[in-house]
């Protein structure tokens, strides 16, 4: 998955949980600048996956709504499936590594530990 299909997910579970949230606020939750936030919206709305309305009866007219169309549910849910089994494999092969790691120390107190117990019986002082 790409950063740019991260990104869009991102911002498809945000507008779908806060419809009326602004741009900057969008750009400061996803660490990214505010053009590159605006851009991607753009790109979203022009895939047909979101609906960009203008708040009818808010005090300020750049305000908007973003709501998600049938498209847009439809890929979050695709882009979600392809996110999920990513981060089920990073899971995977950070669960063996850190396996293999616990097996290493162990392995490493042991031999220390062997070579204190032999270093004690020939009466040597570490």
Do not use: W
């Not at 579970?13 to 851009?39: D, F």
């Not at 005090?59 to 392809?82: D, F, S, V, W």
């Not at 117990?117 to 570490?126: C, V």
């Amino acid at each position: 998955m790409s950063v740019e299909s991260e990104t869009h997910l991102q911002l498809l579970r945000m507008l779908e949980a806060n419809p009326s949230v602004s741009q900057r606020e969008l750009s400061e939750h996803l660490g990214i600048s505010l053009g590159k936030t605006n851009y991607c919206l753009k790109a979203l709305v022009n895939r047909g996956l979101i609906k960009a309305k203008n708040f009818s009866n808010s005090n300020n007219k750049r305000a908007y709504l973003y709501l998600l169309t049938p498209a847009g549910i439809e890929a979050k849910a695709r882009i979600t499936a392809r996110f999920l089994q990513r981060k089920v494999r990073e899971y995977e092969m950070l669960k063996k590594e850190i396996e293999q790691l616990q097996h290493e120390v162990k392995a490493a107190e042991d031999a220390a530990s062997m070579e204190h117990q032999a270093t004690a019986s020939r009466g040597e002082l570490p």
